[in-house]
Every structure is written in structure tokens, then in C-alpha cells.
């Protein structure tokens, strides 16, 4: 079933003037102006000049009286669409095949079968707030069945982000307001007037006495809202896209069919791809269906490609997942990711040599949802943070691990607290219990001593860890550390804790 996510940007008008200017004080109030005439009124308040009182809709002079250092800035709706469609141009790249504009402060895309790449719906939702959040924007997300569901939700709630579980469309949206049903203000306006307030009570009312006063429209929104007709979403395109379609006169359903014009799009792209000198790293297949909906399958690549079999290969290992329906009249392929890809001529050779390339193998586990990447080192004592994650075919770093300490195979994503047997300061522990189970500890090396990190926040000013490599009965070895130096309480806790396990 397909799901929807609908990431609405209440803010985006001042959101956009303070990532045009980064001198804007976090806490100044701004407020967007909008003129008809000689009217003026607040189109868009950010949320400190809301807290001061100011409202869309007001009086621009009424806002200006309530606070005198109120940032007044003119309406600029092009600019606010130009920067909703390359936020748009970003989604399609790094969360969905299928993304179109919602409006002037949304979007729309299609994630069905995307959001294993991210983890599953909630990680996936919450890391697109985050990600909007860490670009300065103010972002909210739902998912449901139906783009008018996401939509409706999204604007209603209070925090920011909401799930509709699957097949609970109805009781998520019957006690909404007309107004998120999309339908025009002047209808909007009109049910109002004949007593409506909610989408469930419009749902209710017969159809005919509604489509003879105003159309088929308000029908056709509670239709798309259920799920009862389908609602395509055209994803968004630009000039430098590089696109390649093929249409068909009688729909195409059979498995070979799909293959053999799969293949046919691959050679065409490759050739727009080599006018253009570039190679391609995301590559979508959007499907379009006899009964108007779209399917998307994406395959991307380690580096920029241009190799017709291999592009092949990756689709037709997926196109497995099409659903073709009552027939497919139309296949696009798109490539939403490229980069310049310098020809390098390969050398005859009598004899082959070994081939370390891992491009392909890279390729493959990333398509089918898992993530591949290499660890690379970090200027920092302090263990977690000395590591990175870097792309798998990313260039060499120069930076290297200090090597006069032996560091653990194994380092735990959060360090473990155990309980242990030790004089302090010095000297490792006698014994420790770790996850119920009691090791008595026959060699031990330490203390190594790491500071904290006192340029990050205050409260490493003064702390330490005093880390041992300890060695059990069995020969098992771990590496443990104690908050604290063993003296000053104001070094750490002087609790002790689990952070790795050597070979």
C-alpha cells in the first residue's frame, strides 16, 4: 500500500530571509508584509514575533505598534517558491523517487518502500525534521495512506511529526477542519454557512445535494482523502535533469517486456550522459500505470557510472518489485544524480591482472537497503568521537589513529555501566560485574588517562576517564573506564563503565 509523507514549512517565508542573512539575531521578531494597493498586512510571522502577539492577517501598522524593533520585511512570493523548489530538487535527491510541490509551503512524496533505507517510518520522519531543523527551517511531517490525509494531519497537529497508521485514514481526519480538506476558500466558506465544520460531517451528507450547489470537486477531495480514487503525484523536474521515456501504445504487464525496455532507456540515458560528460549516482524508474498511478524503483551507485550493462543489471535485479496492474503505458528513467565522469582508456593487457575494484559489490548492498561505509579517523582522545563514517569509495584521509595505546575491535555506541571491586586511584579493579554475570579480573593494564574535551562544553572543563585493559579467567579482555580521576568529585562520577571488547 502506498504511503504518503507531507512535510509542511509554516515558516518558510522568514526562514528564507534569515538563511539569506546570517547577521538576523535568533531572538529578533520578523514579520513579512504583503501589499494589495494601499492595504498592508502581516502574511508570515516567525515564531518570536508570534510569541509577541503578532498574527498572519493583521494590520501590518496594528503589528508594528505592539512591538517598535518588529522586523518588517516586504513579500517576495517568487523567491519563497524558487527556494520550495530546490528544497523539493533536495528531497527528490536524498529520501524519494516521487516529490512534488504541496502548495506554497509544502511538499508531497511518495515513500513507498523507501523508508527501510532510513530505518523504518519514524526514524525516517524524524530525520527529515531534524535534517530541515539543522538547515534552519521550520518543518513538520506526517505519513498516511493518501497525500489529502498527510496533508490534512500535518497542518492540525501541535508537534512535529504524526504517523496515521495504515487503514486509519477515517478516524484520523473526521474531526479536522474544511479548510485542510484543499478545497477553495470560497466553497470553504459556503459549507460553513450551511453549517458544516468538520471533514466527517461532510462526509456524511448525501453526495447529490452537494454536487448540484458546488460541484463534483468537494466529492472528489473526500474520494482522494479515503483512498477511494488514487491521486498521482507528478514528481518535479528541471532542465538539468537528464530524462529518457518511453511510451507504449498497447500497456505492457509482462516481466521480459518490462526488462527489455528497461534496457533499451539504460542505452539512451548512457548516451545523453556521455554528450553531457557525466556519470550517474542516483537513477530513478518512474513507472506510470494504465489506472493513473506512478511506481518508482531507484538504483544508485557507489561513484558516478556510465556502464550500460551495469545500470542494467542493478534495475533488472529490482524490477521484480513493479506492479504492473492493469498495464503500464509510460516508463521514464531519470538520472537526479550526476556528476563529470572523465573517460580513462583501459590498457590491452596479455595477462589479467587482479581486480580490487569493490565499486560493484558496494553497488549491490546498497540497493538493497543497506548502508556501506567506511570508518576514518578523528583528532580526539576521547574513544566515540575519534571515529568517523565516511562514503565506502571516499579518498584516502591523512589523519591516522594514535598508535601507542591498543584500542578494543569492538567499541559500544554507549558505554555500559558495570559495577566494580578497586582501590582507588590507581589501580584497576579486583573484579567487575557486567549484564548480571561476575568476572574476576586476572591481568589488568592502565590507567590510560583522557581528558575531556573542554573547548565543547563546560562541563568537560574538568573531567577525565582513566581507562584499563583487563584480562578474565577465560582470557576474555575488555576495556572499561572510571569517570573521574579517583580523587575530585568534580572529575566524573567515580562510576566505572564497559566501552569495548578486544579480540
Not at 522586523?71 to 535527491?93: K, S
Not at 571515529?387 to 569492538?410: C, F
Amino acid at each position: 500500500m502506498t504511503r504518503v509523507v507531507s512535510i509542511y514549512l509554516p515558516d518558510l517565508p522568514t526562514d528564507r530571509i534569515r538563511r539569506a542573512d546570517p547577521s538576523i539575531p535568533d531572538d529578533q521578531p520578523i514579520a513579512v508584509i504583503a501589499r494589495s494597493g494601499s492595504k498592508r498586512w502581516v502574511s508570515s510571522a516567525d515564531a518570536a514575533a508570534k510569541r509577541i502577539g503578532v498574527r498572519a492577517g493583521m494590520p501590518a501598522a496594528k503589528a508594528q505598534a505592539i512591538f517598535r524593533g518588529l522586523m518588517l520585511v516586504d513579500a517576495d512570493p517568487l523567491a519563497d517558491a524558487n527556494a520550495l523548489d530546490r528544497l523539493g530538487l533536495w528531497a527528490l535527491v536524498h529520501y524519494s523517487p516521487i516529490v512534488a510541490i504541496d502548495g506554497i509551503d509544502g511538499l508531497v512524496l511518495d515513500t513507498e518502500g523507501a523508508d527501510h533505507l532510513q530505518g523504518g517510518e519514524l526514524p525516517m520522519i524524524t530525520g527529515i525534521v531534524n535534517m530541515f531543523r539543522s538547515r534552519k527551517l521550520t518543518a513538520k511531517v506526517a505519513i498516511a495512506d493518501t497525500w489529502g490525509a498527510a496533508h490534512a494531519c500535518v497542518r492540525a497537529i501541535s508537534r512535529d511529526t504524526v504517523i496515521v497508521p495504515r487503514g486509519e485514514v477515517v478516524a484520523a481526519v473526521e474531526k479536522l477542519p474544511l479548510s485542510l480538506l484543499r478545497l477553495p476558500e470560497k466553497v470553504v466558506d459556503d459549507l460553513r454557512l450551511l453549517g458544516f465544520r468538520s471533514i466527517g460531517e461532510l462526509s456524511a451528507t448525501p453526495r447529490a445535494p452537494l454536487a448540484l450547489r458546488f460541484g463534483p470537486e468537494p466529492g472528489r477531495r473526500l474520494d482522494q482523502m479515503f483512498g477511494r480514487i488514487k491521486e498521482p503525484i507528478d514528481p518535479i523536474r528541471t532542465a538539468e535533469l537528464v530524462e529518457v521515456s518511453r511510451s507504449f501504445q498497447e500497456p505492457i504487464g509482462a516481466a521480459e517486456t518490462i526488462n527489455k525496455y528497461v534496457g533499451r532507456l539504460v542505452v539512451q540515458l548512457c548516451g545523453e550522459l556521455e554528450k553531457r560528460g557525466l556519470g550517474v549516482r542516483r537513477t530513478d524508474l518512474i513507472v506510470h500505470k494504465v489506472d493513473n498511478t506512478i511506481q518508482a524503483i531507484r538504483a544508485g551507485t557507489a561513484k558516478p557510472a556510465r556502464d550500460v550493462a551495469w545500470l542494467t543489471k542493478l534495475f533488472k535485479d529490482r524490477t521484480d518489485k513493479i506492479e504492473p496492474g492493469f498495464g503500464i503505458e509510460k516508463l521514464v528513467l531519470v538520472a537526479v544524480a550526476a556528476e563529470p565522469l572523465k573517460e580513462q582508456q583501459k590498457a590491452s593487457r596479455l595477462l589479467e591482472e587482479d581486480d580490487n575494484d569493490i565499486t560493484p559489490l558496494i553497488d549491490i548492498f546498497g540497493n538493497r537497503g543497506q548502508r556501506v561505509y567506511r570508518v576514518a579517523p578523528v583528532a580526539s582522545d576521547v574513544p566515540e568521537r575519534s571515529v568517523r563514517q565516511i562514503p565506502a569509495v571516499a579518498e584516502e584521509t591523512e589523519e591516522s589513529w594514535v598508535g601507542h595505546w591498543r584500542r578494543p575491535v569492538r567499541l559500544f555506541d554507549r558505554p555500559e555501566q558495570i559495577q566494580a571491586i578497586a582501590l582507588m586511584p590507581d589501580y584497576p579493579p579486583a573484579s567487575i560485574t557486567w549484564r548480571g554475570k561476575r568476572h574476576r579480573v586476572k591481568r589488568a593494564d592502565g590507567p590510560e588517562r583522557v581528558f575531556g574535551e573542554w573547548w565543547r562544553t563546560p562541563n568537560e572543563l574538568e573531567a577525565v576517564r582513566d581507562y584499563f585493559a583487563i584480562e578474565n579467567d577465560d582470557g576474555e579482555r575488555y576495556w572499561i573506564f572510571r569517570s573521574g580521576d579517583g580523587v575530585d568529585p568534580q572529575t566524573g562520577s567515580h562510576r566505572w563503565f564497559m566501552h569495548g571488547i578486544f579480540a
